[in-house]
C-alpha cells in the first residue's frame, strides 16, 4: 500500500510560480511510475506531467509544456511539479498518482493506469 500527501497548492497571480510536492510511503518509491493530474471547476480530470520510476522519462501534456517539470527525489520518496507562468486556466485540485510497481522505464498519461491517489491540493490563478 502506498500512501500520497501533496503539499504546496495555493493562491498565486497569473504569471507566478509554485512547487507542488508529493509524499509517498512505502519502501519500493523507485519502482512507482508517478503522475501529477488536475480536475478544474466543471471539467474532467487530465493528465498534467507524469515520470518513470527511475526519473529518467517524462510526459506533459501539451497545455503545460515549457512551463511545467516534473521531477523526483527516489532517495525522498518524493515528486515534485515545479509550475512557473501559471494562467487562470491552469486553476484546479492537482492530484498525484502512483502506478503500483511499473519499474525504472514505465510511463503512462492515462489516469486509469494509476492505482494510488493522493487526497488533492487547490491551485488557484487569479488574473
Known amino acids: 500500500q502506498v500512501q500520497l500527501v501533496e503539499s504546496g497548492g495555493g493562491l498565486v497571480q497569473a504569471g507566478g510560480s509554485l512547487r507542488l510536492s508529493c509524499a509517498a510511503s512505502?519502501?519500493?518509491?523507485?519502482?512507482?511510475?508517478m503522475g501529477w493530474f488536475r480536475q478544474g471547476p466543471g471539467k474532467e480530470r487530465e493528465v498534467v506531467a507524469t515520470?518513470?520510476?527511475?526519473?529518467?522519462?517524462?510526459y506533459y501534456a501539451d497545455s503545460v509544456k515549457g512551463r511545467f517539470t516534473i521531477s523526483r527525489d527516489n532517495a525522498k520518496n518524493t515528486v515534485y511539479l515545479q509550475m512557473n507562468s501559471l494562467k487562470p486556466e491552469d486553476t484546479a485540485v492537482y492530484y498525484c498518482?502512483?502506478?503500483?510497481?511499473?519499474?525504472?522505464?514505465?510511463?503512462?498519461?492515462?489516469?486509469?493506469?494509476?492505482?494510488?491517489w493522493g487526497q488533492g491540493t487547490q491551485v488557484t490563478v487569479s488574473s
Open positions: 498518482a502512483a502506478v503500483r510497481n511499473s519499474g525504472t522505464y514505465y510511463i503512462t498519461p492515462s489516469w486509469n493506469e494509476y492505482d494510488y
Open positions: 515520470i518513470s520510476g527511475g526519473g529518467g522519462r517524462t
Open positions: 512505502g519502501r519500493t518509491f523507485s519502482s512507482n511510475a
